[in-house]
């Protein structure tokens, strides 16, 4: 089992940042790939960004060269931070992880990022 908490979310201008947090605590050692997904009201959760175990990273192409992900593996926590925030990346910011072998799927509860035009 791995629980997932998000913090981080706010409201900002457009062409502000943030930076989100997912810290990761229980089987942690069994994470294969960790991600963020968004959710804005009346549209499908979509993928952001993921990093895998070894480090290799995906974007969608929608926020690629503003957002990055990263790891700190001693803290097992992933990091997404935000640049050149715009009001269409208003919505709910969740975390996933994926584990090795099972391929279980663990959601964090979300938090939400609104940016204001």
């Known amino acids: 089992q791995v629980q997932l908490v998000e913090s981080g979310g706010g409201l900002v201008q457009a062409g502000g940042s943030l930076r989100l947090s997912c810290a990761a605590s229980?089987?942690?050692?069994?994470?294969?790939?960790t991600g963020w997904y968004r959710q804005a009201p009346g549209k499908q959760r979509e993928l952001v960004a993921d990093?895998?175990?070894?480090?290799?990273?995906n974007y969608a192409d929608s926020v690629k060269g503003r957002f990055t992900i990263s790891r700190d593996n001693a803290k097992s926590t992933v990091y997404l931070q935000m640049n050149s925030l715009k009001p269409e990346d208003t919505a709910v910011y969740y975390c996933?992880?994926?584990?090795?072998?099972?391929?279980?799927?663990?959601w964090g509860q979300g938090t939400q990022v609104t940016v204001s035009s």
């Open positions: 990093i895998g175990s070894g480090g290799s990273t």
């Open positions: 229980g089987s942690t050692h069994s994470i294969m790939t």
């Open positions: 996933n992880a994926v584990l090795f072998i099972t391929r279980n799927t663990f």
